[in-house]
T-cell receptor, first 112, second 116 residues
Framework: GEDVEQSLFLSVREGDSSVINCTYT??????LYWYKQEPGAGLQLLTYIFSNMDMKQDQRLTVLLNKKDKHLSLRIADTQTGDSAIYFCAESIRSSASKIIFGSGTRLSIRP | NAGVMQNPRHLVRRRGQEARLRCSPM?????VYWYRQLPEEGLKFMVY????????ESGMPKERFSAEFPKEGPSILRIQQVVRGDSAAYFC??????????????FGEGSRLTVL
């Protein structure tokens, strides 16, 4: 089946690290993505990881992939108020052309 | 370098009317996707189109909804006889297509449909 799950809310203190988790079901996924949606806007790709990788780091962002458990996480170091947004995990479905399946999104809020 | 353009940004319709949402993909992109985002929910895949072809419409409701991507002009998502449950944000995304790419989707800012 095609399903991507994430928790709905996360609250962190400014300056701390945020860790957003995601689980997916399709073992044939080629790419896994993290998208960011700010209020009233569309989604923007933050980062992606190819399914044969374990980790990818890009400045304050670290993506970890546990393919055995089908678990993906996004760590944001030194979280700032500008990081407040909804973060969507997504997977590409190899068996279905180029369809990309999104999770329900995790709303990240920052406490002062 | 214009991104994905959607219009209208906001649309209000009464029950039973028709809604037409338009999407112009990024320049050079031949693949278009439509997603629906219900309030406080994630994105649900609706349909994936290439020029003049529907590739995957597994997320489209069987009735009242249709999509097209003609040879010339924008992609259109059409909802006939709208009901209150159709109220949502409809996002269009485009990609360059098949080939050695990451499959990244480029999203428009969405069209927010409100059905009274």
């Amino acid at each position: 089946g095609e399903d991507v799950e994430q928790s709905l809310f996360l609250s962190v203190r400014e300056g701390d690290s945020s860790v957003i988790n995601c689980t997916y079901t399709d073992s044939s996924s080629t790419y896994l993505y993290w998208y960011k949606q700010e209020p009233g806007a569309g989604l923007q790709l933050l980062t992606y990881i190819f399914s044969n990788m374990d980790m990818k780091q890009d400045q304050r962002l670290t993506v970890l992939l546990n393919k055995k458990d089908k678990h993906l996480s996004l760590r944001i170091a030194d979280t700032q108020t500008g990081d407040s947004a909804i973060y969507f995990c997504a997977e590409s479905i190899r068996s279905s052309a180029s369809k990309i399946i999104f999770g329900s999104g995790t709303r990240l809020s920052i406490r002062p | 370098n214009a991104g994905v353009m959607q219009n209208p940004r906001h649309l209000v319709r009464r029950r039973g009317q028709e809604a037409r949402l338009r999407c112009s993909p990024m320049k050079g992109h031949s693949h278009v996707y439509w997603y629906r985002q219900l309030p406080e929910e994630g994105l649900k895949f609706m349909v994936y189109l290439q020029k003049e072809n529907i590739i995957d419409e597994s997320g489209m409701p069987k009735e009242r909804f249709s999509a097209e991507f003609p040879k010339e002009g924008p992609s259109i998502l059409r909802i006939q006889q709208v009901v209150r449950g159709d109220s949502a944000a409809y996002f269009c995304a485009s990609s360059p297509g098949q080939g050695p790419n990451t499959g990244e989707l480029f999203f428009g800012e969405g069209s927010r449909l409100t059905v009274l």
